[in-house]
């Protein structure tokens, strides 16, 4: 199963870089959780410093402003995070759960890597706030957001005007605050193209 969460990594100059990532997981419930398969693109900085350190820390969080802005980088203001212990990495502050990861073997195609990592260490730090299809729908759109020099633009704007029903009906503020960046964001795109 995919698992949408964040990850942190270090870049040469020592400060973390966030994003989002999907992970392949079995089981995220499970605590005996033993291994996570990340697939970031060779030409991405996350797999520059996962191929460089060979560490990094995976996150599930219900914050999906954090989400959004990390998916399209427009982090103005980086997050708070503090050091973990197992390796040298970044700990989100906000996140719900978090997985220290170290680097077992790096595999895949051109344009993908598959890297399959081992938890060395994991923590709790809050509970999740629970399912909400607005949370989701901002996840979807912080997806397509990523898309727009692939996918085109009227059906990214199809798909959002889908997804804003979500975030009207069963959004609080912060999902709308969020569905509200990621509006402007795709604006900003369409209209630069």
Do not use: M
């Given at each position: 199963m995919i698992l949408e969460g964040i990850i942190t990594t270090t870049n040469p100059d020592g400060q973390p870089h966030v994003t989002p990532m999907g992970a392949i997981v079995e089981d995220p419930a499970h605590d005996s959780l033993e291994r996570i398969f990340l697939r970031p693109y060779r030409s991405s900085t996350t797999f520059d410093n996962l191929n460089r350190l060979g560490e990094a820390v995976f996150h599930v969080t219900d914050d999906v402003m954090l989400l959004a802005r990390?998916?399209?980088?427009?982090?103005?203001?980086?997050?708070?995070?503090?050091?973990?212990?197992?390796?040298?990495?970044?700990?989100?502050?906000?996140?719900?759960?978090?997985?220290?990861?170290?680097?077992?073997?790096?595999?895949?195609?051109?344009?993908?890597?598959?890297?399959?990592?081992n938890v060395v260490d994991r923590g709790w730090q809050r509970d999740f706030a629970g399912f909400n299809r607005a949370k989701y729908a901002v996840v979807e759109g912080a997806i397509l957001a990523t898309r727009t020099k692939y996918l085109p633009h009227e059906e990214?704007?199809?798909?959002?005007?889908?997804?804003?029903?979500?975030?009207?009906?069963?959004?609080?503020?912060?999902?709308?605050?969020?569905?509200?960046?990621?509006?402007?964001?795709?604006?900003?795109?369409i209209a630069s193209s």
């Open positions: 990390a998916a399209v980088s427009r982090l103005e203001v980086p997050p708070e995070v503090k050091r973990a212990n197992a390796i040298n990495g970044w700990i989100l502050h906000g996140a719900c759960r978090w997985y220290a990861l170290r680097v077992w073997q790096i595999g895949g195609g051109s344009d993908r890597a598959v890297i399959e990592t990214i704007r199809a798909e959002y005007e889908r997804l804003a029903v979500l975030v009207q009906k069963t959004g609080g503020p912060q999902e709308h605050a969020a569905w509200a960046f990621l509006e402007r964001y795709l604006q900003e795109q």
